[in-house]
């Protein structure tokens, strides 16, 4: 139910990510009446998404009910409507989701980015994703389930078959989930599966550029490699994958196809897609809205675009910014300060802070602005920037205390196959599959 | 991959619940070689799902790996098998899953209870139960998606329908979920959902006799009744629900009809069932193996049934002992001292130790061997009891914690719409469910 009618402007956010929530808790809301739209009920945590994934850190740990976070004191400073958007409606000023249309004085797309195929749509239904907390619990799942049947399964053949792991893309979120598979394979294994060896698990990381990491320095991509290669990770550098089918991954590479049962796709992103009404579709490369350095949709009047989904290039960023969470998170504040001012002041700089990647659990590569380190510092590093990104004290206790308990002992409460489904009866199969 | 043969006798425990899980813990295993089959890789509490199911704790808190759990210092006491049980073959001496068949020597069957539609299967699929983890996470999931679908729809007789809970059943499960939905309504609703009001909601509670919790005594009955009447639920006793379609109720008392779009089923239980081969089903009343005072199934050599699936009657228990943790726990170290000696002594006997049921956020009732108290005083008891029963500081701390939480904010960041699932290419519908 849209709250009663008010002489302010109604800000409609799409999205409650970095950059959408970051625009909300600056956006004044006397000037404002602020609605949030999202998918989900919660803001997600995308840096740790691996660790829901290689089951080092519960789901529950890095979501955070939108509904507790939009309250400021005793009132809510924006409203909260799960919804997916379908469509905007430039014309008539409205957003309608799944669930109704809602009106907008001024328009706020922070929908961030979803999976990219490039047209190999398909892919979707063969591979496991890693792009939200739902996508995640699904790897999560999947892998355990493969362990445990492999490890009643006395052909070796075939426990091979299972444990056959390809990752695809060597970008920060590919090198993470390989490391963290290769931890499993090398220190896990051994201890919680009896039946198994470290030979039935194989990990493959294919990458089609010549290096790892290749957003970050030269030195950090030498290290991820030697890193990944310690944990037991097979890399395959300059290699794309050009089909998969019948659990068969054939590649550019002349001759070249790889067996893999679970093929984890982190190769590409593209901006979330809507349809639009009354104008033409201000889409440019990569799916992202092309906005001018204001985060101003080009073209359009109180339409904005901030973090992963908005584009701008310029002769600093002549192919556009990354899509990182400082990006979207100083945009985020960004916008909030020109919404309030009413007026535009300079366009949006955008400040680097360095980037990270960790290659394990206790080993991670940083490039800080004028500085590269690696090793166990940086892991360190990692976990502080991490741990301080996380909202509410709660959360930050929790995550620590998960990530000492299992630095210490490699043990984790979190292998749990949990499916919420379980009927056959139902249209759900044991395996948390539907029927059909 | 089972182990390798031994001169030890092979037990075969089929269900790693409160029975099965310690007997394992009791059972000598320099005497045995024991393997576990459960259909989930963990040991679950069912006493607390009804606060899974209410966004109270999170199914992590209260889910405990078997490969941690059977692990005693380096080796692992028992083998952990992943698997849903399909027949057991007495004459051949095996157990088959959806996975593998497995040889025994002895044999326990612990594989407790599920739910029971008393011949109306149909309901399976139109009510929603709270007889696992994965039971309860669809209760929560589909609570909180109702709640916020209710919560952008504008219609008042919609929102009406959208929150239309019904409780079947006054049990102990019944009294406690439908209390934790009274909480929501009469707290959190007007708090956390402001377009939402607490006349939106209503929670009818059914039960077919005429008291609530009417194992336990008068007093804790009649306490309960008014305990859930002060959170706005609308209770109906001596009522029967007769059929249940196009999301109406209708009873057994003539004329009667609710309308419930979200019907919660408590009111019977079963013990799982399997195909038997080699032998006469050895299945008595209410789906239950029937067994001697040793709990060694009737007519059948070295195999055994103990906790909520295994039922014999005396003259102290004519219709059976009751279907309550304390029961399997007794059950499940009296046999494995049984198994460890080699011989039976007397036969068993259960010690009641009283019984409990919350009734909203900080009440209880409780009836110990000789005594009755209800009210906050038996809420600590029964908080301290179940923290006690669960299994790890780590778990005991974090449930605290939430508790703790809860009751000093009435927030939970818990209430987290968590699936598992997105896609609709994948077959996956946006709302969770899977199309066809």
Same mark, same amino acid.
């Given at each position: ?21 970051? !625009? ?35 789901? @529950? ?7 507790? =976070? ?82 009643? =399964? ?15 893309? #060597?970008?920060?979120?590919?090198? =993470? ?23 039935? &698990? ?12 290749? @957003? ?20 395959? !550098? ?26 984890? $796709? ?11 009404? #009354?104008?033409?579709?201000? &889409?440019? #490369? ?12 080009? #073209? ?43 007026? @535009? ?30 090793? $166990?510092?940086? $892991? ?28 210490? @002992? ?5 292998? !749990? ?20």
């Amino acid at each position: 139910m849209a709250s009663t009618t008010s002489s302010r402007d109604r800000v409609v956010v799409i999205g409650g990510g970095f950059a959408g929530l970051n !625009l909300i808790k600056h956006l004044d809301d006397s000037k404002f009446d602020i609605i949030l739209v999202d998918r989900n009920n919660f803001h997600g945590f995308p840096p740790l998404f691996y660790q829901v994934a290689s089951s080092g850190l519960d789901p @529950t740990n890095i979501a955070f009910p939108f509904r507790r =976070e939009l309250r400021s004191g005793k009132h809510h400073k924006a409203e909260f409507h799960l919804g997916e958007v379908r469509s905007i409606d430039v014309a008539a000023k409205t957003v309608t989701t799944n669930l109704e249309t809602i009106p907008y004085d001024r328009l706020v797309i922070a929908a961030g980015s979803t999976n990219n195929f490039f047209g190999n749509d398909d892919l979707l239904k063969k591979v496991y994703t890693l792009k939200s907390t739902d996508e995640a619990i699904r790897i999560r799942n999947e892998m355990l389930d493969r362990f445990e049947r492999a490890s009643v =399964e006395p052909d070796a053949e075939k426990r091979r078959r299972l444990l056959s792991f390809v990752v695809i893309g #060597g970008g920060p979120a590919g090198v =993470e989930i390989a490391g963290a598979l290769g931890e499993m394979k090398r220190y896990v294994i051994g201890r919680d599966y009896p039946t198994l060896s470290p030979d039935d &698990v194989s990990i493959i990381l294919m990458e089609g550029s010549d290096r790892l990491l290749r @957003t970050m320095s030269e030195k950090s991509s030498a290290d991820a490699l030697k890193g990944l290669e310690a944990l037991m990770v097979d890399i395959h !550098l300059n290699t794309i994958m050009k089909s998969y089918g019948d659990d068969n991954i054939v590649t550019t590479t002349a001759g070249d196809t790889f067996y893999s049962e679970m093929v984890i $796709w982190t190769a590409g992103v593209q901006g979330v897609q809507f349809e639009w009404k #009354g104008v033409d579709k201000p &889409v440019g #490369g990569g799916g992202r809205i092309v906005t001018d350095g204001y985060c101003r949709v080009d #073209g359009l009047k109180n339409v904005y675009a901030i973090g992963d989904i908005g584009i701008h290039t310029s002769d600093d960023a002549p192919r556009g910014l990354p899509q990182l969470a400082q990006v979207a998170i100083q945009q985020g504040k960004f916008l909030a300060k020109i919404l309030n001012k009413g007026r @535009t002041d300079r366009p949006f700089r955008y400040k680097d802070k360095g980037s990270m990647a960790t290659i394990g659990r206790n080993r991670a590569v940083a490039d800080l602005p004028h500085y590269h380190f690696s090793g $166990w510092a940086a $892991w360190v590093a990692w976990m502080f920037v991490h741990l301080l990104s996380l909202l509410g004290m709660r959360s930050k206790i929790n995550v620590l205390l998960n990530w000492m308990w299992a630095y210490f @002992t490699y043990n984790t409460s979190l292998r !749990l196959l949990l499916r919420g489904s379980r009927y056959p009866e139902r249209g759900e199969m044991w395996d948390g599959t539907r029927s059909k």
